[in-house]
């Protein structure tokens, strides 16, 4: 499991799931499946896949080793529903869709499927995916606090007399709340010249693989610091060090690219060092000096006085965000209690969702565990899915009222196109083929018509729209 930007399939063995693995592989992308049965997944799949065995609805069973270098995610585990009386042993029945066949649960239950299982599935892949606000290290962000252990640790430690501290100033922040405060007397003598503060090693260390780098909202001076991250919890060891500049008296966001940094010790580069990794990130430190690496010189640096409040540390995605996890729902998740609305023109499982234990409404509870989550997400509801081709014209909605029929194979593709489109990010939509379900749709094998640029339909899309809006004033309970 030593490769490194993959994507995990969930319900890989399910008629979404695997065509998702098959272009995945084809495309040349790392790709790891997550199934209950090894057996049938290795028949389906090839013998030769990246296979971990798990089971959702269990979070025992997520092995946090499952997931080391996983990136993104595709979600097409769901429920099982069949025939009441029973299938062929390919499943011919429930290819066909649930309005030819009367149904029922098989297996687990859509509350231990659709929601259980999609809480430990976001749990299981928070830190791998990582947040679309970013993940806060230290400092102030609306009611959120989170603080670290610093400490001075200046040129005194070599003979100097220079001298700092950070202290937290209750109403020194840009709005007048409170900050962290960088501050000290910095000064040449005994051939001294530096101040800095570190946090002690952190109790466990940081996973900050999903992201990109490090953003701090601070104060600036005018000055050039240095910020130091180290990956080992020996002390006197080398940190992975970028300069940044502040503009004075401005509050402003620094960016700081993990690219950026370099292996340094005691200000001079190390060749031979290994690769930053910021999946073990052991501490953290700001430094105001006279030095910049290798002998260059500070051009910023000034002895005596200096002060720099920083209100906030946060590990960051870069623009433009795309999605990390992309999840297969179904239209019709808002319609069983949507006041007003006629069953009778309604598909099966809108009219079925008590009979077939809730399953929409589970799916839907599901879907808002995934929005909540702050992953950067999509989440795509098909109408009833079959095993005709891809390939014919598609309408995407949104707000949950369309009917119809798509192609698993067209959702697959949309699928894998959704990683990476910036405009699916953290949208709902739902999409039909615009084919009626009287009318069969093959496409000549000789001549296969192009495949489609879904980002021309992603675009259109708007976020915050879910089809929740009709049951605001009618919740539907469970």
């Known amino acids: 499991m030593g490769t490194s930007n993959i994507v995990l399939v969930a319900g890989a063995t399910g008629g979404v799931g695997r065509r998702v693995v098959d272009i995945l592989r084809k495309k040349g ?23 971990v065995v798990g089971d959702i609805t269990k979070d025992s069973t997520l092995i946090p080793e499952y997931f080391k270098g996983v990136k993104k995610v595709i979600n097409a585990a769901s429920v099982i529903v069949g025939p009441k009386e029973g299938d062929t042993p390919d499943r011919a029945k429930y290819s066909q869709g649930v ?20 809480g430990n599935l976001i749990k299981a892949v928070k830190d791998n995916l990582g947040l679309r606000r970013g993940k806060l290290l230290f400092g102030f962000e609306g009611n959120n606090y989170r603080q670290l252990p610093w400490g001075a640790l200046d040129d005194v430690v070599m003979g100097g007399v220079s001298e700092s501290t950070f202290q937290i100033d209750p109403r020194g922040g840009e709005n007048g709340g409170p900050t962290g405060v960088f501050k000290g007397v910095v000064s040449t003598a005994n051939n001294g010249g530096f101040t800095s503060i570190r946090t002690k090693n952190f109790s466990e260390p940081e996973n900050l693989s999903a992201y990109d780098g490090l953003e701090f909202r601070l104060k600036g001076d005018g000055r050039r610091y240095k910020v130091i991250v180290r990956t080992s919890s020996d002390w006197d060891t080398v940190g992975y060090t970028a300069s ?27 060749s031979n060092a290994p690769p930053f990794d910021p999946s073990i990130v052991v501490s953290l430190q700001l430094m105001f000096s ?30 433009p965000i795309m999605p990390r996890f992309v999840h297969v729902s179904s239209a019709g998740v808002t319609r069983p209690e949507r006041p007003g609305l006629d069953l009778s023109k309604q598909p099966p499982a809108v009219r079925l969702n008590k009979e077939l234990d809730y399953i929409l409404t589970f799916k839907l509870k599901g879907e808002d565990l995934l929005r909540e989550s702050g992953i950067p997400y999509v989440i795509v509801r098909p109408c009833a899915l079959t095993e005709e081709p891809a390939g014919a014209d598609l309408i995407f909605d949104q707000g949950d009222n369309i009917t119809g029929k798509i192609s698993r194979e067209e959702i697959a593709r949309m699928c894998v196109a959704a990683l990476d489109s910036p405009y699916a990010c953290d949208k709902t939509f739902e999409v039909k083929s615009v084919i009626p379900f009287s009318e069969p749709f093959t496409v000549d094998p000789a001549n296969p018509p192009p495949e489609k640029d879904y980002n021309i339909y992603f675009k259109n899309l708007k976020e915050g729209i879910t089809g929740k809006e009709a ?3 009618n919740p539907v309970s469970v």
């Open 29 to 51: 992308v790392p790709v790891r499946v997550l199934v209950r049965n090894e057996e049938k997944a290795r028949r389906m799949l090839g013998s030769d896949v990246d296979l």
């Open 290 to 319: 006279k030095f910049e690496y290798d002998g260059k010189l500070n051009e910023t640096f000034v002895e005596g006085p200096f002060e720099l409040p920083v209100s906030s540390i946060r590990a960051y995605i870069k623009d």
């Open 471 to 473: 049951l605001e004033q």
């Open 244 to 270: 940044f500049s502040t503009e004075k008296g401005k509050w402003q966001s620094i960016q700081v690219p993990f690219s950026s940094l370099r292996p340094v010790f005691r200000a001079r580069t190390v």
């Open 99 to 118: 309005k030819f066949f009367e149904p029922e649960i098989k297996g687990d239950s859509p509350e231990k499927v659709e929601y259980i299982g999609m």
